[in-house]
């Protein structure tokens, strides 16, 4: 079996190091937002024997490239890897272009489908260029798992297997309850955690990051470098960002989501959307604003200012990293010109044919709503206005011309219909 070589002594295991200011404050840095730090005093001395040394730690985080796009909820984890990045410490990108093969049964109640290698390949090659959104892609290190993982062989996989029970193994919550449901668990499926264990030893990890729903996994990490003589990496667990309804985790199944691709008006408006109390969520969790600044905004606000400013802050923030300042600029002017009634820059031209036609199959052809009885619905709510003005006959024949549609508060049309 091919293995990273062994260290039967850990370098600085046994001596405590004092932290000096700055260690504390990146201590404070790392646990910002975090739902758990394990263990937290043996990453303290993690950092203390970096800065002795000038040693970056190396803080690895993997990710599957089960899907090809990225949705703010996705950059919570990376934006953690960018703070740790501007620490000064190596942050490795890994593609699990290996154990995307097995699929992660990680939260699943059911076997996960596998990946063929073509979507595999499809997927990974965008997935990084997007998480370059968030973390400096000059400073990190890209690594695939299937480096370490393919050479080694069925030999080499029994011996890896022989480290773990199947006991420990159903100690993992997602397990038990399909044991105990008497839905199938495949073999291959605790080969997952093996894997990604084995990662962290192929790479000497000193910190792993990833999901709440990632915690068994990552102590499995713990277990293996142990095994193989290394000091084990401390593992950091990140919350999971609720959507824009507040209560929900941000998915686009759920239709709750903003995706790091989409047009810097839309994604502009669509923090703007969110709660006053969900704000400070989203400053916790996304914001590279110091933990000062974001106290001098609670201060502000519980002073008397107005939320809304506070949250134009990082809508702005936001559609700034993924867009420019430039545009970030524009979607705020965009915003509040809508906000006073005002068509956007940027909606969609569209000509048709076929004039007079009623309003309902009009907004029908125009994709503002999905169906005739929709566009029905939305007229008797008062959420349909034909150049500003609101519409309320649904059997209204919208003659030959050039008209702006509106549906709601964020959907614009401007149509030219012909005879």
């Not at 996705?74 to 190596?90: A, E, I, P, S, Y």
């Not at 995307?100 to 063929?116: E, F, W, Y």
């Not at 400096?136 to 297997?161: A, V």
Request: charged share 25%; proline share 5%; aromatic share 6%.
């Amino acid at each position: 079996m091919t293995s990273p070589q062994h260290n039967d002594k850990a370098p600085g295991a046994t001596t405590l190091l004092p932290l000096s200011d700055a260690v504390q404050h990146a201590l404070a840095v790392t646990k910002r937002g975090v739902d758990e730090l394990l263990i937290e005093a043996e990453f303290a001395q993690k950092l203390a024997r970096s800065e002795k040394t000038g040693t970056p730690l190396r803080i690895k985080l993997g990710l599957d490239p089960t899907a090809p796009d990225l949705h703010l909820g996705h950059t919570v984890v990376l934006n953690k890897m960018r703070q740790l990045q501007d620490l000064g410490h190596t942050v490795i990108f890994l593609i699990g272009d290996f154990t995307s093969m097995i699929g992660d049964p990680s939260g699943r109640n059911a076997t996960r489908p596998p990946l063929t290698r073509e979507q595999i390949e499809e997927n990974a090659q965008t997935y990084f260029k997007q998480a370059s959104l968030v973390l400096d892609p000059s400073k990190t290190e890209i690594r695939y798992n299937s480096e370490w993982c393919d050479p080694l062989g069925s030999r080499g996989l029994i011996q890896l297997s022989s480290k773990y029970t199947v006991a420990r193994m159903m100690e993992r919550d997602d397990f038990t309850k399909r044991f105990k449901a008497g839905t199938p668990i495949s073999v291959h499926e605790f080969l997952y955690p093996l894997m990604q264990g084995y990662d962290s030893v192929a790479l000497h990890s000193d910190l792993e990051l990833g999901g709440t729903d990632q915690k068994f996994n990552l102590l499995v990490g713990r277990e293996l470098q142990k095994d193989y003589g290394q000091e084990p990496q401390c593992i950091l667990t990140m919350p999971l960002l609720e959507g824009l309804d507040g209560v929900e985790k941000m998915s686009k199944s759920k239709n709750n989501y903003i995706a790091i691709t989409e047009p810097a008006n839309t994604m502009f408006a669509k923090v703007m959307s969110i709660s006053d109390e969900m704000m400070w969520r989203y400053y916790d969790l996304l914001s590279f604003c110091t933990l000062e600044q974001i106290a001098l905004y609670k201060k502000s606000v519980a002073d008397g200012q107005n939320p809304r400013d506070v949250k134009v802050a990082i809508a702005q923030e936001i559609v700034t990293r993924f867009h420019n300042k430039q545009a970030a600029e524009d979607a705020l002017a965009d915003f509040v010109n809508r906000s006073k009634g005002g068509i956007p820059d940027d909606i969609a031209e569209i000509s048709l044919n076929g004039a007079p036609i009623g309003i309902a199959q009009l907004l029908k052809q125009t994709n503002l709503c999905a169906s005739t009885s929709e566009a029905m619905r939305m007229v008797d709510q008062g959420g349909v206005r034909i150049d500003g003005s609101v519409i309320s006959d649904k059997q209204l024949q919208v003659k030959a011309g050039t008209v702006v549609l509106q549906v709601g508060k964020r959907k614009f049309a401007k149509v030219t219909l012909s005879i």
